[in-house]
């Protein structure tokens, strides 16, 4: 989803309303969450921000090689107000003050190509936990095996409107 506008500053309240539709649903209540997840995709190569509202860090998960950032840039920034203005609202708090957050880049496995960027951004958010991930990750390795996984997946996902179509043929 893209939004274009002439504003000058971003409107918390008008953020708010235009996403908050789009919101992913949960089945547990919003004031639980302390971690989101955001993939972003720029220039076609997708990275994974983790929002860790607990201990007020933000992580870029990038597995290009070479791409270590040490500040947010100014897109980066805006989109970070976004995340924590729904986080708030979400969670029914005050709003979060990005200046209290830290911008960590860890260190995370380097793909080996210049095209499996959404394989290794999907394997960070399964395997990501507070911080770190919650067991051993050899994407590399295994690459082939988690490509056909999630394939798997999304073709037989109750959410895949053409999911009997697949099976059928």
């Not at 000058?8 to 008008?14: G, I, T």
């Not at 870029?60 to 500040?71: E, F, H, M, Q, Y």
Request: hydrophobic share 40%; proline share 5%.
């Amino acid at each position: 989803m893209v939004i274009h506008s002439q504003a000058k500053h971003l409107v918390r309240e008008a953020i708010i309303g235009r996403f908050e539709p789009h919101v992913y649903q949960m089945d547990i209540p919003y004031v639980n969450v302390n971690e989101v997840f955001l993939p972003v995709l720029i220039k076609n190569h997708w990275t994974l921000y983790v929002y860790d509202l607990s201990n007020k860090r933000i992580q870029l998960l990038d597995s290009r090689p070479g791409r270590k950032k040490t500040t947010l840039s100014g897109i980066q920034q805006n989109l970070t107000k976004v995340v924590l203005w729904l986080a708030a609202h979400k969670k029914e708090v005050s709003p979060y003050d990005l200046r209290t957050f830290n911008f960590l880049t860890p260190d995370v496995p380097l793909q080996p190509n210049e095209h499996d960027c959404g394989v290794f951004v999907m394997k960070f958010m399964e395997l990501w936990s507070m911080g770190g991930f919650s067991k051993s990750i050899d994407v590399v390795r295994k690459l082939k095996h988690y490509r056909l996984k999630i394939m798997g997946s999304m073709l037989f996902s109750t959410q895949n409107a053409h999911r009997d179509r697949v099976r059928r043929d």
